[in-house]
C-alpha cells in the first residue's frame, strides 16, 4: 500500500465515526436531503426535462435517499440503482422505482433485480464519508465511481452530485491520481456547486 492508501484508510476510520454521529443525531436528514434537491431542480437540470438518474440504496449509517427516490420518481424522472457487475470494473445501472423488487447484493447493498433494464444515468448521486469544498469525495476504497465517472466522462457528460451529513465536510480530502471530483454537493442544509465552479452555487442553505 502507499502512504496516500494508508492516509486514506485512517481518514475512513475517523469519518466512518462522524458519519454514525451525524446520522444518529438527524433522524430526518433524508426527508430534508430531499427537499433542497427538489427545490434546486433549476440549477441541477433537472426541471428542463425528465432525466436517468442513479440513486445509491441507503446502506447502514448512510443517509437516507429514499424520500429523494419518492421525489425524484413522482417529478417523472427515470431512477436507477448501481450494481457492481465486476471486481474493478466500472459500475452498471438499472432502473429501479418505488415498488419495484430489490435483491440483495454485494457488499451488503440492495440491487434491482437481473432483469431490470440497463441504463446510462445522466446525474448520478454518489455516496461518500467526507468530501470537500474542491469537489473531492473519500469514498469506501473500491474505486468503483472513480472508475465510472471517468468512464462516463469520456463518452459525454455525466454530473456527479454528492450526498452526504454536512457534518462530513472537512478542510481537505485526502486524494489520489485516480479520484474523480464531483460537480456538486448536497446535505440536508443544502446544495452548491463543489470544486472549479464552486463560486456558483443555489440558495437554499450552506453544506
Known amino acids: 500500500?502507499?502512504?496516500?492508501?494508508?492516509?486514506?484508510?485512517?481518514?475512513?476510520?475517523?469519518?466512518?465515526?462522524?458519519?454514525?454521529?451525524?446520522?444518529?443525531?438527524?433522524?430526518?436528514?433524508?426527508?430534508?436531503?430531499?427537499?433542497?434537491?427538489?427545490?434546486?431542480?433549476?440549477?441541477l437540470g433537472l426541471s428542463d426535462r425528465p432525466k436517468t438518474i442513479s440513486i445509491f440504496w441507503p446502506m447502514g449509517n448512510e443517509i437516507d435517499t429514499r424520500p429523494l427516490i419518492q421525489s425524484l420518481s413522482e417529478a417523472g424522472h427515470r431512477t436507477a440503482l448501481p450494481v457492481v457487475a465486476a471486481k474493478a470494473a466500472p459500475l452498471i445501472f438499472r432502473v429501479w422505482g418505488p415498488g419495484d423488487q430489490l435483491v440483495d447484493g454485494v457488499f451488503g447493498t440492495s440491487i434491482p433485480d437481473n432483469d431490470a433494464?440497463?441504463?446510462?444515468?445522466?446525474?448520478?448521486?454518489?455516496?461518500?464519508?467526507?468530501?470537500?469544498?474542491?469537489?473531492?469525495?473519500?469514498?469506501?476504497?473500491g474505486g468503483y465511481y472513480d472508475r465510472t465517472l471517468q468512464k462516463l466522462r469520456m463518452h459525454g457528460s455525466?454530473?456527479?452530485?454528492?450526498?452526504?451529513?454536512?457534518?462530513?465536510?472537512?478542510?481537505?480530502?485526502?486524494r489520489g491520481p485516480h479520484d474523480q471530483p464531483l460537480d456538486w454537493m448536497a446535505t440536508e442544509l443544502g446544495v452548491q456547486r463543489v470544486g472549479a465552479l464552486a463560486d456558483t452555487s443555489c440558495d437554499e442553505g450552506k453544506l
Open 158 to 174: 455525466a454530473d456527479a452530485v454528492g450526498v452526504a451529513f454536512s457534518a462530513q465536510r472537512v478542510d481537505t480530502v485526502i
Open 1 to 43: 500500500m502507499t502512504n496516500i492508501d494508508d492516509a486514506k484508510n485512517l481518514a475512513r476510520k475517523t469519518t466512518a465515526v462522524v458519519r454514525k454521529r451525524a446520522f444518529d443525531n438527524n433522524p430526518n436528514a433524508g426527508n430534508h436531503l430531499s427537499d433542497v434537491i427538489i427545490a434546486a431542480r433549476g440549477e
Open 117 to 141: 433494464l440497463e441504463v446510462l444515468p445522466e446525474i448520478l448521486f454518489v455516496p461518500l464519508l467526507s468530501f470537500d469544498d474542491a469537489g473531492y469525495r473519500l469514498g469506501y476504497g
